[in-house]
């Protein structure tokens, strides 16, 4: 969403995103989130590799306002278009083309004169008549048209006073250039008797090579830059495409008409077939069909709706007819919810970034600082002109901060797409930090250990009576009411809804009618076995359930108390699994729930749980939490993200499990969309292993950069390699941060179980 309300002291406060084009580096992102902060009132985030500016603003300031101050800086913005973006629109794609072909001539061009200028500068006798001219229509249109866009940005930037990567590059390139004309054409000019200017002219030193290699290489690592983007990219243009285009609208008079799914409007209905994808959250109100959740939740197994189910937008039918009454259209919808969860993740900025940010913002004059003093160090120090500008224009070239800017948003971009792919969505970079250290993960029990809907556990009988029949009695009785239980036993035989004559419901009772001409009733023990013996079996069967935490209803058939049924909310197939996982990773484990104890501990003991703490309320949680944080544990709240929602915001790192309502996606830094538990596992070595990720991006671009410049300057790096290794460096980082795109649970955890079980067993 790109718009939202809010307020602050000043007034009241909106929040809109701007699409800056023309930023090439970190710096030029830096720079343009400081003129932006600089406006009063305003606070602004700028990613770099999202190229998007997130800004709250006071309701005073307009778009344009907004744009002016990134004019200003010397880039463009305009508003970002609300709704999601249209998957064939790939704005790094056709940057990458554009690259590509700049890149081809280069590089064709740049081989035969590299070759050509070592040759000439090396060996003086192999100079042919014109030998400056054939360097010269080499170098040409590598120097100018294939170089152009870094000058265009340069001009543009100090314009406005900015300095950028592209300045440093611009001057590497204009600088090797020229000392190579002076050297090429300056040596049979008449020189005034100046020692210096005697020493220009009379060098061979000839750098068309480095500036064409500088060139090529930069070009090259944009080129691959821009393509990573793209791919990275790629998992949230994916979910936008899996999104309806049109919609078969039911009309009035019983017909169909196909609109955009822009000008669908709650309460309408839709209809879907067969391989269509629903276009909005609603109701089915006919019809039925499997419906393929993997796009929304990753799983793969269909879920069968019927008529009176909910469905989801984003999903797909499979086998049936279904005719949908729309409940949330466009942005409202759970699909366009996902959408903005990944387009945040991938827009989130942690701390480490804005220093590395910051870093960058004041780089580029620094570096133009350090090459002129290395140029003037060298002179001074053995007079010798070719190896000061050589030193020069190393440093000029090795320090441009691409990787600097690249190394978090990067592998934010690309978990924030693999964790879509698995229904996991990182809010930001608060559970990249948490998840480094949780050492403890505290669950609820209802909806998140459990299925959150009742089952029946077990059916007793009493003797003479078949066990089939007493069920199957109580589930067409049950088959009328819309209690819980009654829809556990009702689910539990294929029964016909209509076969109950004078059914009559007692409110807190239980449920009574004629089935097949005997008079059933079903309900709790009290009021079934009023006034009626009951079989000791069945009353056992009934002591035992209830000590279990278990709901038992009994069965009459005839005034005849003839079975017992309990029922129970069953213990999610995957929770034991996820449980054991957790502890062999070392992990503390706890089931901290409103519930009875009786029924907790049932749910403990079948999950592996050793802790349990039973019958709290919502703010007890919270305390809970609060103490097990004072006592050094860095703590996971797992709960269904909303009656939890205080315990998910207190914890180290909150994770919802759920469909994404508003309160999950509020109060946890983890959406698990997926309602099998073993996306904890999933989402906590997702988190992991981008902050890994990012964590050896930028050791290795600060590590670059600090030891690069001071072999550069120290004149022990030739520009040309320079050149190279500056490339090398963004793509060492870019591709780094793609392998995230592979993740699988479980490998990223290697290596640190020992520490984890050392910390919980302390």
Known sequence: MNSTAGSDSAGVVRRVELEVSGMTCGACAARVERKLNKVDGVHASVNYATRVATVDAPQALDDADLCAVVDKAGYSAERRSSGPADPDDDPDLRTADSLFRRMVIALVLFVPLADLSIMFATVPATRISGWQWILMALAAPVVTYCAWPFYRVAARNLRVGALSMETLISIGIIAATGWSLISMFGEDAEAADVGVWEAIIGSDSIYLEVAAGVTVFVLAGRYFEARARSRAGGALRALAALGAKDVAVVLPDGGEMRIPVGELKEGQRFVVRPGETIAADGLVTSGSSAIDMSAMTGESRPVDVDEGDAVTSGTTALNGRLVIEAARVGDDTAFAAMLRLVEQAQSAKADIQRLADRIAGVFVPIVIVIAAATVAGWLIADGDIDHAVGAGLAVLVIACPCALGLATPTALMVASGRGAQLGIFLKGHQALDASREVDTVVFDKTGTLTNGALDIVSVSVADGHARDGVLRAAATLEAASEHAVAKAIAAAADVDPDGVDAFVAEPGKGVRGVVEGRRVQVGSPRW???????????????????????????????????????????????????????????????????????????????????????????????????????????????????????????????????????????AADIILVRHDL?????????????????????????????????????????????????????????????????????????????????????
């Open 528 to 666: 079934v076995a009023k006034g009626a013996a009951v079989p000791a079996d069945l009353a056992r069967d009934r002591r035992t359930a209830e000590a279990a935490g278990q709901t038992v209803v009994y069965v009459s058939i005839d005034d005849e108390v003839c079975g017992a049924i309990a029922v129970a909310d069953t213990v999610k197939s995957s929770a034991a699994e996820t449980v054991t996982e957790l502890r062999r990773l070392g992990m503390r484990t706890l089931l901290v729930t409103g519930d009875n104890a009786a029924a907790a501990k049932k749910v403990a003991e079948e999950v592996g749980i050793d802790e349990v703490v039973a019958e709290v309320l919502p703010d007890e949680k919270v305390a809970r939490i609060e103490r097990l944080r004072e006592e050094g544990r860095v703590v996971a709240m797992v709960g269904d993200g909303i009656n939890d929602a205080p315990a998910l915001v207190t914890a180290d790192l909150g994770l919802a499990i759920g469909r994404g309502t508003d309160v999950a996606i509020a």
């Open 678 to 762: 073993r996306s904890v596992v999933e989402a906590l070595g997702l988190a992991r292993a981008t902050r890994q990720t990012i964590r050896t991006n930028m050791i290795w671009a600060f590590g670059y950069n600090v030891a690069a410049i001071p072999i550069a300057a120290a004149g022990l790096l030739n520009p040309l390699i320079a050149g190279a290794a500056m490339a090398f460096s963004s793509f060492f980082v870019v591709s780094n941060s793609l392998r995230l795109r592979r993740f699988a649970a479980g490998r990223e955890w290697a290596g640190n179980d020992a520490e984890r079980a050392e910390k919980v067993s302390a």
